[in-house]
Structures are given as C-alpha cells and as structure tokens.
C-alpha cells in the first residue's frame, strides 16, 4: 500500500531532550515536507526536501532540523525542544516538487513538551 | 508568492442540509487547486483537485467544488452532508513552475443530527 509513515504517533518529553520524528514514504517521491499544525493557524511547513540531500526551510524552520540521506527517509530532529513546540506535526510527500500533483500525507505525530 | 483564504473558520449545518465551503486565492496565471479533508485524529486525504479543463470538478463521497477564474475562488459544495462529514477541510493552491502548495487555515463543518 502506498503510504507515508510517521513515528511515533504520540509522543510527551520534557523541554530541552532532544527527539528525533521519523517519517518514511514507500512510493519513491522525490518531494518530501514536515508541517506543524495548530489551532487557527492552519498548516505551517517547517522544512521541505526537493530530493536526496536538497532540504530547504519553510516558514517556521526555527528550533527544528532535517536530512533526507535517502529518498525514502526524511526525519524531523528537534535538538533542544521547548514547549511552544508542542503542535501535532504531519509528514507529507509528492512525486515531483512542483506540477499539478497533491500530498500524500502521513497519519500524524502528536508531540507534547513539557 | 500564493495564498489561499478560507472565509469560514468553522460552519455547523443540519444532517441532509446543503453545505458551501468558501476558498478565495490570490491570483497567478495558472494554478492547481485542491481541497483535502482531515478526519478526527487522522491526517488529511485527498478530497477533489482542479488541474485544466472543467471547472465543475468531483470528488469523493459526494463533494464538488468549481473553479472560477474570474472570482479566483473554488468553493466546495454538498447537496445533502451526513454527520460522517464531520471533519476539518483545507483548501489548497499550488501555481505553476517550481512552488510548493500552499494550505488555507482550514475550515471546521460540524454536521448536526
């Protein structure tokens, strides 16, 4: 089945642990993007990938990173995370980075920093 | 750049009532446009795209939305929504060449029993 997995779906740290969200697509995208999510705020991209070790910020990169060493793989590392931090976050991806294709998105992670 | 306005932040409408979900972009030359829909605790699906052609487009469990270029709208439409329909739908633009989409706020539809 052509999916976007995302781990964990829940997740509850504490403010400066370092955290790592996976998210891996099995349909050989070359696009790949995190967004967070917030009420009243809509979606928001945080980083996105056009391919293998091309990633570029969004409009909320601040306070996250990411990689993409293989095209299936694109995690989203929070490396000191505080809690205006706390959003549900989604994985998404495309088969190019433009043109007339939508997201596939992944189910969600949940994050709370207390 | 592009952006997408969804006039409603959150609509209630009765069971077998019709519903109008309003999205307004900012205009460009060429654009594909999409609604998705986002279930309660799921992520958001695929629900209808506009990319050429009619501008009266179908989508899944009986949505339509039109494109009108003159109003640069695409509002989503049902003739009669059951309370299944409960769920947060976005609107989203993408133009042509190299850019990425670009998501509304969402709009929340609460179907009432």
């Known amino acids: 089945e052509a999916q976007v997995t995302q781990n964990p779906r829940y997740l509850i740290t504490v403010t400066g642990k370092k955290l790592t969200v996976t998210c891996s697509q099995n349909?050989?995208?070359?696009?790949m993007s995190w967004y967070r999510q917030d009420p009243g705020l809509g979606l928001r991209q945080i980083y996105y990938?056009?391919?293998?070790?091309?990633?570029d910020k969004g409009d909320v990169p601040e306070g996250y990173k990411v990689s993409r060493k293989e095209k299936r793989n694109f995690p989203l590392i929070l490396e000191s995370p505080s809690p205006n931090q706390t959003s549900l976050y989604f994985c998404?991806?495309?088969?190019?980075?433009?043109?007339?294709?939508?997201?596939?998105f992944g189910s969600g992670t949940r994050l709370t920093v207390v | 750049a592009q952006s997408v306005t969804q006039l409603d932040s959150q609509v209630p409408v009765f069971e077998e009532a019709p519903v109008e979900l309003r999205c307004n972009y900012s205009?460009?030359?060429?654009?594909?446009l999409f609604w998705y829909v986002q279930y309660p605790n799921q992520g958001l699906q695929l629900l209808l795209k506009?990319?050429?052609?009619?501008?009266l487009v179908k989508g899944i469990n009986g949505f339509e939305a039109e494109f009108n270029k003159s109003q640069t709208s695409f509002h989503l439409r049902k003739p009669s929504v059951h309370i299944s329909d409960t769920a947060e739908y976005f609107c989203?633009?993408?133009?042509?060449?190299?850019?990425?989409?670009?998501f509304g706020k969402g709009t929340r539809l609460s179907v009432i029993a």
């Open positions: 998404a991806s495309s088969p190019t980075p433009w043109g007339n294709y939508g997201y596939t």
């Open positions: 990938s056009m391919n293998v070790e091309v990633t």
């Open positions: 989203a633009v993408r133009a042509s060449g190299n850019t990425p989409l670009v």
């Open positions: 205009s460009s030359v060429s654009v594909y």
């Open positions: 349909m050989n995208h070359e696009y």
């Open positions: 506009y990319l050429s052609g009619s501008t």
